[in-house]
Nanobody
Framework: QVQLVESGGGLVQPGGSLRLSCAAS????????MGWYRQAPGKRRELVAT???????NYADSMKGRFTISRDNAKNRMYLQMNSLKPEGTAVYYC??????????WGQGTQVTVSS
């Protein structure tokens, strides 16, 4: 089994910052792609950012310049630095990984609330 645990969510004021972490453990041989997604109430889950094993990144247009995705392959961890947060950033943030056999795994999510 593979376990993904997100952490770092919480309540932050507009314009503030948060750093999310995703820790992967269990029966993992090699993690290839990793990514962050989010789902706001009443909306579909959407891409935030992805990162390849070699560090190539991709961001949703609305996150570019404000969010930074990174990973530590040795520790099977991924991070998301979120700056200049906006109220529309309120959502549950999920991490996803894809292993060397193209299997996908999702975490349980961490709540981020951007409000004054």
């Amino acid at each position: 089994q593979v376990q993904l645990v997100e952490s770092g969510g919480g309540l932050v004021q507009p314009g503030g910052s948060l750093r999310l972490s995703c820790a992967a453990s269990g029966n993992i041989f090699t993690i290839y792609a990793m990514g962050w997604y989010r789902q706001a109430p009443g909306k579909r889950r959407e891409l935030v950012a992805t990162i390849t094993r070699r560090g190539g990144t991709n961001y949703a247009d609305s996150m570019k310049g404000r969010f930074t995705i990174s990973r530590d392959n040795a520790k099977n961890r991924m991070y998301l630095q979120m700056n200049s947060l906006k109220p529309e950033g309120t959502a549950v943030y999920y991490c996803k990984i894809e292993d060397n056999l193209s299997r996908e795994y999702w975490g349980q999510g961490t709540q981020v609330t951007v409000s004054s």
